[in-house]
């Protein structure tokens, strides 16, 4: 036996609609607004801004392409997890878990919680001590809507997603029939301090990579979806697309809306776009960047501990994780666990948005082990029926591996502190590994 399974199973809830909504929401947050203003400081041409977003897009569709195959093979929960682990051995998907539990999306919930609470704080004059309560608040509200019931958890994500989007969309329309900047696409690229286009290029896109990063976390939720051989894929897929036009419209805006050298020097980039236009255009974004926050904050807080539960089911965590309530049908105590570390990470944790830089690294390179896996899976389970096929096998995975390693190398070259932070932890959860392995051997 391995792990905890006894007791009831997660309730399948989650349709394409939902799922396709956790997709978007879990990319868009807080980046948006803030990624441009750095993109622009590094390329200044608009053109290339436009076509560093634009190439952004296409590297995320090509990985929702690669990851849908693998979401239409194995509809369970816990998603990339469980790719990695029939790919590469328990090692690897303990790995991946142990990073998304101990730093990505705990200390994510941690940033966003905070953000939330800021910007509210902006509105509402909320002192340092009120915005860390706040957010504190906002991590035990989104952590019982979840424990709740998954359709709650679900109705959560629409709603909130659906404002966020309606936000960026009157920003769009804002930038787009109101502003005033016609933009020179001719501009000549002027790279900074005698940079060349490629070098420049590449660094820039970190952050748009980073902006776009969140679309396999409806692949997480696979063991509560309605057909999820099929809902999975097309969810990932559909959320890479439409984050990829939302992202390009907006920056057109931004451009329609400030002079470059004004977008890349700004702290408050929507906020000062707007306000161009808008009188009251500070309050209104900060109000839409709450909303976007705790949309993400719940969305998270919804999809990660479902890595934790599939790795207790499979004996290489604490077995109490693979409980589900027998009422709620959630696993209770992986979204407790995720959310009591997260509020640690806020309160005495005051350096966890680095650690999230730290890590960025290690998850890049799962991505490119999991787009891997392709090619295994291809060879291994070749008469397993496929309810879905990436398009333009082998290239589509193989852009995606290969854009995956240019960005691993360039954050080793660029920022070793980071990347070798990020190898540090991965070698300290291997004691744990070794402990959970010989349980789970001794069980057996």
């Given at each position: 036996?391995?792990?905890?399974r006894?007791?009831?199973?997660?309730?399948?809830?989650?349709?394409?609609?939902?799922?396709?909504?956790?997709?978007?929401?879990s990319?868009i947050?807080?980046?948006i607004?803030?990624?441009?203003s750095?993109?622009?400081g590094?390329?200044?041409?608009?053109?290339m801004?436009?076509v560093?977003?634009?190439?952004?897009?296409?590297?995320?569709?090509?990985g929702?392409?690669?990851?849908?195959?693998?979401?239409?093979?194995f509809?369970?929960?816990?998603?990339?997890?469980?790719?990695?682990?029939q790919?590469?051995?328990d090692?690897?998907?303990?790995?991946?878990?142990?990073?998304?539990?101990?730093?990505i999306?705990?200390?994510?919930?941690?940033?966003l919680?905070?953000?939330?609470a800021?910007?509210?704080?902006y509105?509402?004059?909320?002192?340092?001590?009120g915005?860390?309560?706040?957010?504190?608040?906002?991590?035990?509200?989104?952590?019982?809507i979840?424990?709740?019931?998954?359709?709650a958890a679900?109705?959560?994500?629409?709603?909130f997603?659906?404002?966020?989007?309606?936000?960026?969309?009157?920003?769009i329309?804002?930038?787009?029939?109101?502003g005033k900047?016609?933009i020179?696409?001719?501009?000549?690229?002027?790279?900074?301090?005698g940079?060349?286009?490629?070098?420049?290029?590449?660094?820039?896109?970190?952050g748009?990579?980073?902006s776009y990063?969140?679309?396999?976390?409806a692949?997480?939720?696979?063991g509560?979806?309605?057909n999820?051989?099929?809902?999975?894929?097309?969810?990932?897929v559909?959320?890479?697309?439409?984050?990829a036009?939302v992202?390009?419209?907006?920056?057109?805006?931004?451009?329609r809306?400030?002079?470059?050298?004004?977008?890349?020097?700004?702290d408050?980039?929507?906020a000062?776009a707007?306000?161009?236009?808008?009188?009251?255009?500070?309050?209104?974004?900060?109000?839409?960047?709450?909303?976007?926050?705790?949309?993400?904050?719940?969305i998270?807080?919804?999809?990660?501990?479902?890595i934790?539960?599939?790795?207790?089911?499979?004996?290489?965590?604490?077995?109490?994780?693979?409980?589900?309530?027998?009422r709620f049908r959630?696993?209770v105590?992986?979204i407790?666990?995720?959310?009591?570390?997260?509020?640690?990470?806020l309160?005495?944790?005051?350096?966890?948005?680095d650690l999230?830089?730290?890590?960025?690294?290690?998850?890049?390179?799962?991505?490119?082990?999991?787009a891997?896996s392709?090619?295994?899976?291809?060879?291994?389970?070749?008469?397993?029926?496929?309810?879905?096929?990436?398009?333009?096998?082998?290239?589509v995975?193989?852009?995606?591996?290969s854009?995956?390693?240019l960005?691993?190398a360039?954050?080793l070259?660029e920022?070793?502190?980071?990347a070798?932070a990020?190898?540090?932890?991965?070698?300290?959860?291997?004691?744990f590994?070794?402990?959970?392995?010989?349980?789970?051997?001794s069980?057996?």
């Open positions: 036996m391995s792990g905890d006894t007791g009831p199973d997660l309730k399948k809830e989650l349709r394409l609609y939902g799922l396709t909504m956790i997709a978007i929401g990319c947050g807080s980046g607004f803030l990624t441009p750095q993109i622009a590094h390329l200044e041409a608009p053109l801004i436009l560093v977003w634009a190439v952004g897009g296409i590297i995320t569709l090509t929702a392409l690669t990851f849908a195959e693998l979401g239409g093979l509809p369970q929960a816990g998603g990339v997890y469980v790719y990695l682990r790919a590469y051995g090692l690897f998907g303990f790995l991946y878990g142990w990073a998304y539990l101990i730093v999306t705990s200390g994510a919930n941690a940033a919680s905070i953000a939330t800021t910007y509210l704080g509105i509402f004059h909320l002192s340092a001590a915005i860390k309560l706040a957010a504190v608040v906002f991590l035990f509200v989104v952590t019982g979840n424990i709740l019931r998954v359709k679900e109705v959560f994500t629409n709603v997603t659906g404002l966020k989007l309606l936000g960026i969309f009157a920003v329309g804002v930038g787009l029939f109101w900047i016609n020179n696409f001719g501009a000549a690229f002027q790279g900074k301090e940079g060349s286009l490629a070098g420049v290029f590449g660094i820039a896109l970190i748009v990579l980073w990063g969140g679309w396999q976390h692949s997480f939720v696979a509560e979806a309605r999820a051989q099929r809902t999975i894929p097309r969810a990932m559909l959320g890479a697309l439409v984050v036009v992202y390009l419209l907006t920056n057109l805006a931004y451009l809306l400030l002079p470059v050298d004004v977008l890349a020097a700004s408050s980039l929507a000062d707007v306000s161009t236009i808008v009188p009251f255009g500070g309050v209104l974004v900060a109000l839409i960047i709450a909303v976007s926050c705790f949309g993400t904050l719940g998270y807080t919804l999809s990660a501990p479902r934790y539960y599939a790795m207790a089911q499979d004996g290489l965590f604490f077995p109490t994780l693979a409980r589900v309530h027998p959630t696993p105590y992986a407790l666990v995720q959310s009591i570390w997260a509020v640690f990470l309160l005495f944790w005051g350096t966890f948005e999230i830089t730290y890590v960025v690294f290690t998850d890049w390179i799962f991505f490119g082990l999991t891997a392709i090619f295994i899976f291809r060879r291994r389970l070749k008469n397993k029926p496929r309810p879905y096929k990436t398009p333009g096998y082998p290239f995975p193989f852009i995606f591996i854009i995956t390693f960005f691993v360039n954050a070259i920022k070793p502190k980071h070798w990020g190898l540090i932890l991965m070698v300290a959860a291997l004691p590994y070794v402990f959970f392995k010989r349980k789970k051997s069980r057996e």
